[in-house]
Nanobody, 124 residues
């Protein structure tokens, strides 16, 4: 499966952005999809993930209550709605997918497929 992330940009603190992860070339509904982010000089970190049916989600503590992941099976797209953005949310955001991930491993970055990343910059 190929992943295309989009929707990044520059936003003021407190603002919102919605990132999209569009898939092609596979049966997207069979994949767990996650978002990771990487800020300059920092390790790539888990942001959140959504299960195959869309009924299960998991978030990092740092974004819980502010970010929400959803998926549209017809459009083969997963969304990351980001609200109440903070300067520390500034990073390149990557979407990633895997067919065999179990819930306990969703936070680990060993996913099979990665998109190219989209830059999110939050100004103070």
């Amino acid at each position: 499966v190929q992943l295309q992330a989009s929707g990044g940009g520059l936003v003021q603190a407190g603002g919102s952005l919605r990132l999209s992860c569009a898939a092609s070339g596979g049966t997207f509904s069979l994949y767990v999809v996650a978002w990771f982010r990487q800020a300059p000089g920092k390790e790539r970190e888990f942001v959140g993930a959504i299960g195959r049916s869309g009924g299960s989600t998991l978030y990092a503590d740092s974004v819980k209550g502010r970010f929400a992941i959803s998926r549209d099976k017809a459009k083969k797209t997963v969304y990351l709605q980001m609200n109440s953005l903070k300067p520390e949310d500034t990073a390149v955001y990557y979407c990633t997918a895997d067919r065999t991930k179990i819930l306990s491993a969703w936070t680990h970055p060993d996913y099979d497929y990665w998109g190219q990343g989209t830059q999110v910059t939050v100004s103070s």
